[in-house]
């Protein structure tokens, strides 16, 4: 009976000084008195827990705060900089890299770009990106506490890459792979599922609970914030929306099925047509690029912005059926194509006015994402630093 109750007496410990961090990473400054107010906990108890987090330099004390009578407090602060997370956008045809200290604030960033690699040529631009984000972050007590990677593609609850048509890749173990390579904890997470968590937590996303983030670059991805927390599905394979059919007898995609909708509402339905169309004003084939054609559109290229209207609508026909799903309060459009929202946004905007039921449009926002590219790269970063602060708080943590 004594060990079962000095085992409980240890949960309830970690549970409490999870409280306590969680309080003072929160609401910085605080002091140990209102932190007891807030969490319930006697003022014993904060001031051992806050000695133990001194201690293992997740927290800082500095000088007296304001006196509510009496002697003025020692404030209280998470110490954001504790430890850094890289969080790793991996695209079809480009990485982007970022480190982050604990808050998520973005202290370096690295972009590679590159056409049709094999996996062992991506492994290797992916080394790189890391090896540079890393050697970038300062000195601190814990350093590199952990790498998320955002992959286009389907991951199971193992964090194993089932299938990422747009890269050819199936059944790849990259967690392992980095880990070993790192010897860090790893992440790997479906790109859209961490952009809408980028997006809950950083972005346009953060004052609402039921949120559909639709990412939109070579594919199209879809993550699902309900009732305030990430939807992954049972197996963990939730928002595969852009291999939702849209037209009955359109072209064959990558992932076996025909008439996706990323066929016809992403940037390879903007690259494919205009690789056959004559009408557009590009030199060569290396003028075939998003931004090329962004370019063109803003001085005023017809062809260009019908081609972006054009998706547009499409992308509003994929969001139509979402939001009649879910019915969300919010709609997020970020990635890559969210830089032609001045061409994109009133076709997709007259089609959810036109088609979605009226009910489903009262309080909902659609809006562009303002933090673009970097959602998904914030979001793994942010799944990587929750870990480590779960770790520390569950199991000994060495400091160097």
């Not at 107010?37 to 806050?50: A, D, E, P």
């Not at 500095?62 to 209280?76: H, Y």
């Not at 004052?207 to 939109?216: A, R």
Request: charged share 20%.
């Amino acid at each position: 009976m004594t060990g079962k109750k000095t085992w409980n007496q240890h949960v309830v410990k970690k549970q409490n000084k999870g409280l306590v961090l969680e309080s003072i990473k929160q609401n910085s400054p605080i002091s140990r008195a209102d932190i007891a107010s807030s969490t319930g906990l006697n003022k014993g108890t904060v001031s051992s827990l806050v000695n133990e987090l001194l201690e293992e330099k997740m927290i800082d004390e500095s000088g007296p705060g304001e006196s509510k009578g009496g002697r003025r407090p020692v404030m209280l602060f998470f110490n954001q900089v504790a430890g850094y997370s890289v969080g790793i956008d991996l695209g079809v045809n480009y990485i982007l890299g970022i480190l982050t200290d604990l808050r998520g604030n973005i202290i370096s960033e690295r972009t590679s770009n590159f056409i049709n690699l094999t996996y062992e040529e991506i492994l290797k631009e992916l080394f790189q990106v890391i090896d540079t984000l890393i050697k970038s972050a300062p000195e601190s007590p814990y350093g590199i506490v952990g790498i998320g990677i955002g992959v286009p593609g389907i991951v199971n609850r193992d964090e194993k890459i089932l299938l990422a048509p747009n890269l050819g890749w199936r059944n790849a173990e990259l967690k392992s792979t980095l880990e070993k390579k790192f010897n860090v904890p790893v992440t790997i997470e479906n790109e859209a599922n961490a952009g809408a968590y980028g997006e809950k937590n950083f972005g346009i996303g953060k004052n609402n609970q039921n949120i559909v983030y639709v990412s939109v670059g070579i594919g199209i991805g879809v993550g699902l914030i309900l009732n305030g927390q990430l939807y992954r599905g049972h197996n963990g394979f939730s928002g595969e929306f852009g291999h939702m059919t849209v037209e009955v007898n359109g072209s064959k995609c990558r992932c076996g099925n025909k008439g996706c909708w990323e066929l016809y509402a992403s940037e390879q339905s903007l690259l494919g047509n205009t690789e056959q169309s004559g009408n557009l004003n590009l030199q060569t084939d290396k003028d075939h690029t998003l931004e090329t054609i962004l370019d063109l559109a803003q001085n005023g290229d017809k062809e260009a912005i019908q081609r972006f209207q054009n998706i547009g609508q499409y992308l509003g026909v994929g969001i139509n059926n979402i939001i009649n799903i879910f019915n969300p309060e919010q709609v997020i459009i970020g990635n890559r194509m969210a830089s032609a929202e001045k061409w994109l946004k009133e076709p997709l905007n007259d089609w959810i006015h036109n088609q979605t039921l009226w009910f489903s449009q009262k309080d909902l926002r659609i809006d562009f994402s303002h933090l673009l590219t970097h959602s998904t790269a914030l979001g793994v970063a942010a799944f990587s630093t929750e870990e480590f602060l779960y770790n520390n708080i569950h199991k000994e943590v060495t400091v160097s």
